[in-house]
Structures are given as C-alpha cells and as structure tokens.
RNA sequence: GCCGCCGUAACGUAGCCUGGUUAGCGUACAGGCCUGUGGAGCCUGGAGGCCGGGUUCAAAUCCCGGCGGCGGCCCCA
C-alpha cells in the first residue's frame, strides 16, 4: 500500500515544529501568567462531547461546521468547536457548588469544519478567561482588561477593541414581542453588515415601520465617539429600558475602560453582533494593525448556565485565538528571540568507558546542565563540527587521560579555549557562564 | 459553502510555453579527506515531478478530474 498520500496532515491541521511549538509557547505562556495574575484557575475537559450540548446555543455557523460522528454504540459526538459549551457544563454539574465567582480558565484545541485560510484551521488553539456569578460591569471590565493586557504583553501594541451590547438591539426587539428566532436572525445577518436582509426579516414579523426604522437607525451608529453614538442611541430606542440599561452599561464601562487603558483605539459598533446565539450583554472583538481578523473575541452570557440546567448565574467571558497571536506577532515583528542555546556537548572517546561518561552527564543533568551525549560514533573532528553549527557553548571531552585521572576537557566553543578540570570546577565553569547569560 | 493563484527531494528552486539523454542546482542531512580537537574547503552518498485518468511511439511538460497548499469572500479565534 502506498501511504505518500496521507503522509501530510489532514486538511486545515498542522504539525507543529520546533520553532512553530517555540511561538505557539510564547502566547500560551502569557495566558498562564495571565491566568496567574487575574487569579483563573485552569481547567481541562474532554476534547469530545456530546453533540447535543455542544449544539445548544451555539448558532447556525459553528453548528454547521462541527465535526459531528457516532462512536461505536451509536451516541451522537462532536469535537468542541468552542469553549464555552464545555465550562458551562462544568459549572452546572462539578462545580455546581462552587463559591461564587468563578475564574476559569482554559488552554485547549479547537475544531472547525470552515475552509482553511490565513489564520484559519480545522484545528486551533484558544486561551480562555470565563468569569462566572457576576452581572456587574466590573466583570466585563476584568474580561477587557485581560484581553487588553495579554495584546501588550505580546508587544502588539497597535490594537483594536470593537464593542458593542447585543442587549440594545434584542432589548427592542423583545419589547415589541419579536421571536427569539427572529431576533437571532436579525443579529446575525446585521453581524454580516446584510443589514437589508436583517430589514426583510423584520418585516416579514407585520412590525410597524417605525419601530423597523429604529432597528435601521441602530445598525449604522458606529465610530470612536463613543459618546455621540451612545446619545443618539438613547433618543432612539426612547423608554425600552432594557436598551437603556445596555446603553448605559456601555457608557460605563468604556468610560472606565478608557480611563484604565487610554492606549487602544475603541470603536463602539452597535450593529455588530458575534455568531454565537448566547450573547446576552457586551460583546467584544480585539484587532490588531495589519491583520483583519478577530485576535480575541468574547462577551456576556447571561443565560447559558441556567439553559444548561444551573441556577440563574450571570456571566462573561473572552477567547484569545493563539494561532492568530502567533500570526500578528510574526506579521508586526513581536515574535522574541529563542532563548539562548545552554547546553553541553559530550563526546566520549574511544576506549574510554561509557559509565564514565553516562556518570558525568548524570552529574551534569542533576545539577540542570542540559547534556547531549554523542551517539552516532562520530569522529571527535565530525563532533565537535556539528556541535559548533548547533552552537553549543561547551563541549565536554573525555578520553583516557582524563578518565584515569577522574577529569573532564572542557571547552568553551566561542572562545576554542579548553581546560582540563575535576568535574566540580567545569560544573561550577558552565554554571556561572549560563546564569550570566 | 463560494472565488482566485499554485503543486518538482526535508526546504528553496531550474526545466514546462515549444512533449524526446540518467530530471539539473543550492541549502540541509549522512559519510570521507580528518579516530584527541570544530566553524572553511574539496569529494562521495541517500532523497524528488501530489494522486488518478486521458492524448501520444513517448508526459514533470498537453487535457480532464480529485486532493492539497496559499490567499480572498463569508464567518470567526
């Protein structure tokens, strides 16, 4: 059988070399220490879950591109497409009990059935940060500031924050009696800027014009100032006090938000709307120059825990994309140097024995000096060669003067300067070079 | 799901238009010159036309289909 033809992975999934697992630890470093610092506990679910509950609340998009298949006895599974699903199930059951609020947060794959292209996989990484058990602004506000701080500590300083509060919009519509249904529609046709089409299905409901023209008139508030837009905002949707409250909502928190963190551009956009069906309040996406996709995405959901089955728990949340943080940090040049090469090269010669050598790297590793031993029998020549264009700082000889005296050769690679030393003083040597480093 | 460009060793490429030597080169890899001393150089070696079909005496080259990569739309992370 001839296997050339599946020797690359699967469409949309990749391997992830050295240097790409290199980049990809970059910005799942940063998370954790976010999740450190923001006090989020991580969490790890199964990458499969049952279809149904991943299917819930998701919206038409992702469940049309879940990888969705029957294991042998016949259940219906799908590999997560997102992450909320698989924290809200913990949270309704595991941790049902668990002190409110609740920080948690996740590192894990991801998959879709989308066409790959730039900064798109069949198979992705995301970093979440879920807050559970608060209503209050403050909740959104910590859910930015992680978004805000995890772009500055990857030194993509030139970023966006796009925001708005699904609750402007579905508030009207609810108050004038408009299908959940509808109302999904409505939002996500005015999320892909369809905003004719978003019309056309309002007024298929018999709503009367002016109240469409006021769905109209909210699509198009969108720009940096944000207190313009909030003000003719309010003058539109008038007493409905479930928009009011959003409105407000927004006002505070990008009031605050702006105070905080002056660095990023905030565009307010009220007919943006984010596919995913269980938004209830803010809603948020992060940008960076250069590069027009969603970096970080996130937002309120207020009733997907009791959906799930839980008590009534409030709560908000944000996913950072980790591939396309990679991506941005390559295309603004943020992408940090890998750390310096601190390692020995260890090349026994011959006759001596190998439990001399195996003895020293023993020593060497357990004092956390990295030891490569050579195994391919090469020459001492060909060894210190490749060592050299590895660029390993030192190499460790041993040959037969030095076995039967107890010693080591250790050379220093940049300077070619060698020495011959009890295993003590070249340990102490390598040491202090690598700290200094 | 739709659209565009593109598929030659691990990587980068030449040849393709105008079918015809053993598919050439560079890097990388392995070895030798050089088994107690490296980065250079020289030499040697392994390794390749995405898959399937068609046209033809003959296909990397021309045609069709599939698959894949990149990018765009849409959506999202």
Redesign the pocket.
Known sequence: MNL??FL?P???MRDYLPKDLYERRVVEEAIRELFKLYCYEEVETPTVEYYELLAAKV?E?TRRTMYVFKDLAGRTLALRP?GTAPIVRLVTSKLKTAPKPLRLGYIWDFY?Y????????RR?Y?GGFELLGSSKPEADMEILSISIELMKKLKLEKFQVKLSDVGVLRGLMSSWGVDENVQNRVL?LA????YVEAIKELEATNLDEASISKIAGIFKLKGLNYKSILAEAKSIVGSCEHSIRSLENLEVILDYMREIYPEPEYILDLGF????EYYTGMIF?VFVENL??????GGRYDKLVELYGGEPTPATGC???I??LVLAMRVNNATPPPPPNRRVYLYI??GVPLSYGFKISTELRANGIPVEIEV?D?????G??????KNYPYAL?L????AEAGLV?L?N????L?E?LTLREALNRIRSSFNAS
């Open positions: 050339k033809s690359k699967y469409r949309g919206g998009e997102e879709r989308d066409e790959p292209q730039r900064g798109r996989y992705f995301q996500s999320d892909k800027k369809n709307a984010r596919g995913l996406e027009d996709i969603a970096l970080i995405g996913a950072a994309g591939d396309r010669l011959d391919m090469r020459s001492l020549s060909k210190l060669s490749t060592a050299s264009r000889m040959g037969l003067k030095e050769t050379k690679m940049f300077t070619g060698q011959t």
